[in-house]
């Protein structure tokens, strides 16, 4: 799914791509970011690492971005985009009417595996900048975007008639934050564990957790 | 809880401390470790960071750890002896007989979060330095450790004639490891998030994730 890039050109450090070509760079350039960073870790990452990927010059990179910090906070703003409105459009697909929440649950987190996967390079530079000191807007940033994810779920339950407490908009944010965790550093360690990152034994087991967390009753 | 920390001698960099006053400032350069490693995470952390917070001088480190390095090793294998022997303490204590299992994961993710957070240096240091690529053998030590917790729970749960599965070993021990990321999570971004690592909205959502984990059914 593209997103929209016309509002990174408000983020600090990150220049107006105007022309088709010059967008097309700067996809390329975030795509190929991601990739140096899942491989070698922010720190280890240079710029001319990034462009090569990218099959760009040096030179080119730096008409796009003003250094390696600017291309994660543009990274980091693509990511925000997609939380909300992929939880949106998951929720609002039509075939939801005819299924049990149960199973829109299991396919939920089927996606949030696939979404965290493909942005490895992205998790991997966030917790490394976090874990430094430098991240704190970063996370905080998120925490909003994945309230609002939580809240939308919430919702999507009490419009079903599902879901336990009083503070369903809380224990849905907690409860998707949880999944969310276990995924992230299935990801960050797999080079290190050989694991898949979600084989049928824990989408299950993340589903029975994810349903018990929100109050949604399993199937028979 | 001590541990009986001859065994750190056995490692690469930890040198022998044979005498009282010996091992006792070893075991405050760990414990100071921990704290600098808390507050200024690891690469930014100084071998004289450590000597100061411990009240040692530098040459009192460099005569027990040969690096910052052999001092993390020497944290870790710490950790490691720790997992093991709390586990099974705590599955071994007499009160459990007449309490209904639920109570006892409750209780067993409240003992976590504490030690979590106890250690919150050591995984500060852990995360820099497996992101950082340096840290494969430390996260696969770890896991041989977390598979044995999740199979003592396991077994807990089997003589209680409780837990879901054929492969309750497994789920046991990806459910435990569910519960570990979060609480991690939470501990590692609480200076910025500002939140409290184990409220009781957060106990009781994964006590009943735990639960529903591993098969467990909650009190009427």
């Known amino acids: 799914m593209a997103v929209d890039n016309s509002i990174l050109t408000e983020l600090d450090g990150v220049f107006p791509a105007n022309q088709a070509r010059s967008r097309e760079a700067q996809a390329r350039l975030l795509a190929a970011g991601e990739r140096v960073f899942a491989e070698k870790g922010y720190d280890e990452a240079h710029v001319s690492d990034i462009a090569a990927a990218a099959n760009c010059s040096v030179g080119s990179f730096y008409r796009r971005f003003r250094d390696k910090e600017a291309l994660f906070r543009a990274l980091h703003m693509q990511f925000i985009l997609r939380i909300g409105r992929n939880m949106a459009r998951f929720l609002a697909m039509p075939e939801w009417s005819d299924k049990p929440t149960y199973e829109i649950l299991r396919t939920l987190i089927g996606n949030s595996a696939r979404v965290i996967e493909r942005h490895h390079g992205f998790f ?37 008639g599902e879901g336990v407490g009083e503070d369903l908009d809380e224990t849905c944010i907690l409860a998707l934050r949880t999944v969310d965790a276990v995924l992230i550093n299935r990801v960050l360690r797999r080079q290190i564990t050989g694991d898949t990152v979600a084989p049928p034994l824990v989408v299950d087991m993340l589903t029975r957790m994810l349903a018990a967390g929100v109050g949604v009753t399993p199937p028979d």
Chains 1, 2 share one sequence.
């Open 124 to 160: 991997r530079a966030l917790f490394q900048r976090t874990l430094a000191g430098a991240g704190s807007s970063y996370i905080l940033a998120l925490r909003v975007a994945d309230n609002e994810s939580g809240r939308l779920l919430a919702a999507f339950l009490r419009e079903r």
